[in-house]
Structures are given as structure tokens and as C-alpha cells.
């Protein structure tokens, strides 16, 4: 699929979402706002998660928490006191003077250590206000929106931009900086968040970075990976889906049709 093709595209995201949920992992409902701050945890946990595992930057979370307990106290903070922090979640060099200095601008342009104003601005202006911080990029801005805010946002993450690659739904070469605005195209905002789970999900579960389980996938019917690499049954790896399998143009065909059937099913 190319970047010119919205229809087949949304199509390929509506099925894969449906399938998903209906065949192995059940309804989802996305992580909500639990109050102001939350707001500032959720930009604070999204800046120690970058480039490192859910598991070293929750410690590092925990053990910011533990030994600063207002963000007053960690904006205020010697550097190397939350460099030590939060060394579980890596680079901490670079993340603690950022977070810090994420506190320090949002102390300054607002008076106080809250993110609650975003609340009232329209998605893109607070999307865009996000942005200017250093350190926050599309997937950190879109996290803090949709989880942190409640807003209309779809996070990138390298589990989504993998699985909706292999699919399709995200087209070949399209950056993973532009995948958030055109998966957003795509989906309903009111299933951003449960869609942004489940690829999530299936990516850790099913389709796995080296070696997806392409035998026990629900979305087999719908994947362009699969359909290109011809997969039969194993768990092998297919052919890499960017230059796999010759498709003809009967069977390309064939594809798109039972991939749009499949929507007018979900
Ligand atoms: S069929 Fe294979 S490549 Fe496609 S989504 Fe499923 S596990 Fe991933």
C-alpha cells in the first residue's frame, strides 16, 4: 500500500482493530486521566520511558517519587541527585536536566507546577505547545494529550509503528513522526486509546519484532506481511515484508476485496 490509498488504508486499521478485539484479547479501554497530577506524572514517566523498557522506567519513576515527593522538590533539585534517581531508566544524564527543565518552563510561562491549562486549549495548540519543550516529541506530546489530558491523540510507539507497518495500515515509508497524524486520519478519536492498546498488545504478544507469530494471528487475513510473504502455518519468520513475496495483480486483487469485506464486517 502507498501513502495514496486513505481508503484501503482505514480499511486495514477498522479490521485490524476488530479483529483484534474480537478474537483474542477482548474489549480494551484506554488508560484515563485521574486527576492534575496525573498530568505532569504522565509527562514526567513519558520523558524516563524513552529509549528504555516499561520496567527500568518505572523504577526510575517509583524511585524519583521516593525521594522527591512534590515535583516542587525535584525541579528544585541538585541535577545529580536526580540524575542518581533515575539512573534505572538509562541516559540519565540527558533525561534529568530535561525533566528538570520541563518543570522549571512550565513553572515560569503558568505560575505553578500544572499542565491543567492544556485542558482548555483545542487539541492542536496544546499539541503544539507540548512540542516546543525539549525532550517531547510526537509520541511523548500524543501520550500526555490522550492519557495525561483526555484529548483526541494517537501515540507512536515502535510496537505500533511495527505492527501497522506489517499490516499495512501504515504505509511504507511514511516516518514514524508522520504515522501519528495519519493513523489519526484513520481511526474514530474515541477508539484512539483502545486502538493504541491493542497494536501495543499485539505486538508484544503475537507480532513480535524478530520473530512474529504469524501462525496464531487473528490478523492474518488482513496483514500485508503475511499475505506478501505467503506464510503457511509455522512460526517461521516470513520474507521481510519490504521486499517480500511477488503479488500479482490477481491476487492483489483478491486481497483488497476480502480486506474490505472484512470491514463491512466489523
Ligand atoms: S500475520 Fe504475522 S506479521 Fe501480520 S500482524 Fe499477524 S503476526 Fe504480525
Redesign the pocket.
Given at each position: 500500500m502507498d501513502a495514496g490509498s486513505p481508503i484501503l488504508a482505514a480499511s486495514g486499521a477498522r479490521a485490524?482493530a476488530g479483529a483484534v478485539q474480537s478474537n483474542r484479547y477482548g474489549r480494551t479501554s484506554a488508560r484515563r486521566s485521574e486527576g492534575p497530577g496525573h498530568r505532569v506524572s504522565t509527562l514526567v514517566h513519558t520523558v524516563l520511558s524513552q529509549h528504555t523498557s516499561d520496567t527500568n522506567s518505572h523504577r526510575a519513576f517509583e524511585r524519583l517519587r521516593g525521594r522527591f515527593p512534590s515535583w516542587a522538590m525535584l525541579r528544585d533539585a541538585p541535577v545529580e541527585a536526580v540524575v542518581d534517581a533515575i539512573r534505572p531508566a538509562g541516559l540519565s544524564r540527558l533525561k534529568a536536566p530535561r525533566i528538570q527543565a520541563l518543570l522549571r518552563r512550565v513553572t515560569a510561562e503558568r505560575g505553578r507546577l500544572s499542565l491543567d491549562f492544556l485542558r482548555r486549549w483545542p487539541v492542536d495548540r496544546a499539541k503544539a505547545w507540548l512540542r516546543t519543550l525539549d525532550g517531547v516529541g510526537p509520541k511523548t506530546a500524543a501520550i500526555v494529550l490522550i492519557f495525561g489530558l483526555g484529548k483526541a491523540a494517537f501515540p507512536v510507539d515502535t510496537h505500533v509503528y511495527r505492527?501497522g507497518r506489517?499490516?499495512g495500515i501504515i504505509p511504507k515509508g511514511l516516518s514514524v513522526e508522520k504515522a501519528h497524524g495519519w493513523i489519526e486520519a484513520l481511526v474514530r478519536p474515541a477508539r484512539y486509546g483502545p486502538f493504541h492498546l491493542l497494536l501495543i498488545r499485539?505486538g508484544r504478544e503475537?507480532?513480535?519484532a524478530g520473530r512474529?507469530?504469524?501462525s496464531v494471528?487473528?490478523?492474518?487475513r488482513?496483514?500485508?506481511?503475511?499475505r506478501r510473504a505467503g506464510?503457511g502455518g509455522g512460526e517461521q519468520p516470513?520474507a521481510p515484508?519490504w521486499g517480500g513475496g511477488r503479488v500479482s495483480a490477481s491476487s492483489e486483487g483478491r486481497h483488497l476485496h476480502r480486506r474490505q469485506d472484512a470491514v463491512n464486517g466489523v
Open positions: 485490524a505492527v506489517r499490516i499485539h503475537i507480532c513480535k512474529p507469530r504469524c494471528c487473528p490478523l492474518r488482513h496483514c500485508d506481511f503475511f506464510v516470513p515484508y
